[in-house]
C-alpha cells in the first residue's frame, strides 16, 4: 500500500526559528514535492525533486530551501520562520515513466508561526 | 500558463442525489488529470486519474471523464451520501517539467 508521512501534523514555531518538515515516502518514487496550502490560493508547489541531491524551484521558493540526501526522504526547511509562513504544508511523491504519474499525497503538516 | 477552474466552489445536495463537479484547464497539452478528495484538515487522497489518451475512468460510484479538446473534465458522483462530503480537487500534470496544476476544489457536503 502506498504511503508518504510526514514528521508532524501540527507544529508551532517562533518567528526566526529554523523550521525542518520531513517527509518520507516508501513507493520506491523518483520524484517528491512540497506544497503549501492557504484558503482562497489553493495549492502551490514550493519545491520539488526528481533524483537525489537534486532539486528545481517551483512557484514560491523563497525563504525555503530543500535538502534530499536519501531517495525516499525530502526534507523543507525554513531558514528564518516567518508569520507568513504559517499554512498547511502537503508532501508528495510520484514515480517516474510511461503512464505512472499518479501523485501521492502525505497527511499535512499545519505550521503555526508566532 | 495553464489555469485550472473549478465550478462552483461549494454546493449542498440531499443525500441520494447524483451530482456532477466540473473541472476546466486553459491549455489541453496535459499528460492526464487527477481527482483528489481532501477532507477538513487532511491531506490529499487520490480518487482517479485519466491518462491524456483515456476519455474516461470509473471508481465505485465515481466516474471521471476527460474532453481534452475542450478542456473539460467532470466527475460524477452517482447516489451520494453524508461521507462523500469533503472537498474536491481537480489536477492537470503538463509542462516542461510534468508537475501538477490545481484547481481551488469544490466544497461537497451532502446533507442526511
Known amino acids: 500500500d502506498v504511503k508518504v508521512t510526514q514528521s508532524s501534523r501540527y507544529l508551532v514555531k517562533r518567528t526566526g526559528e529554523k523550521v525542518f518538515l520531513e517527509c518520507v515516502q516508501d513507493?520506491?518514487?523518483?520524484?517528491m514535492f512540497w506544497y503549501r496550502q492557504d484558503p482562497g490560493l489553493g495549492l502551490r508547489l514550493i519545491y520539488f525533486s526528481y533524483d537525489v541531491k537534486m532539486k528545481e524551484k517551483g512557484d514560491i521558493p523563497e525563504g525555503y530551501s530543500v535538502s534530499r540526501e536519501k531517495k525516499e526522504r525530502f526534507s523543507l526547511i525554513l531558514e528564518s520562520a516567518s508569520t507568513n509562513q504559517t499554512s498547511m504544508y502537503l508532501c508528495a511523491s510520484r514515480g517516474q515513466g510511461g503512464g505512472n504519474y499518479e501523485q501521492y499525497f502525505g497527511p499535512g503538516t499545519r505550521l503555526t508561526v508566532t | 500558463k495553464q489555469e485550472v477552474t473549478q465550478i462552483p466552489a461549494a454546493l449542498s445536495v440531499p443525500e441520494g442525489e447524483n451530482l456532477v463537479l466540473n473541472c476546466s484547464f486553459t491549455?489541453?497539452?496535459?499528460?492526464?488529470l487527477q481527482w483528489f478528495r481532501q477532507d477538513p484538515g487532511k491531506g490529499l487522497t487520490s480518487l482517479l486519474l485519466?491518462?491524456?489518451?483515456?476519455r474516461e475512468q470509473t471508481s465505485g460510484r465515481l466516474n471521471a471523464s476527460l474532453d481534452k479538446s475542450s478542456g473539460r473534465s467532470t466527475l460524477y458522483i452517482a447516489a451520494s451520501q453524508p461521507g462523500d462530503s469533503a472537498t474536491y480537487l481537480c489536477?492537470?500534470?503538463?509542462?516542461?517539467?510534468?508537475?501538477?496544476?490545481f484547481g481551488k476544489g469544490t466544497k461537497l457536503s451532502v446533507k442526511p
Open positions: 491549455d489541453s497539452a496535459i499528460y492526464n
Open positions: 513507493m520506491d518514487h523518483e520524484n
Open positions: 485519466i491518462q491524456s489518451s483515456q
Open positions: 489536477a492537470v500534470t503538463g509542462g516542461s517539467q510534468g508537475n501538477l496544476i
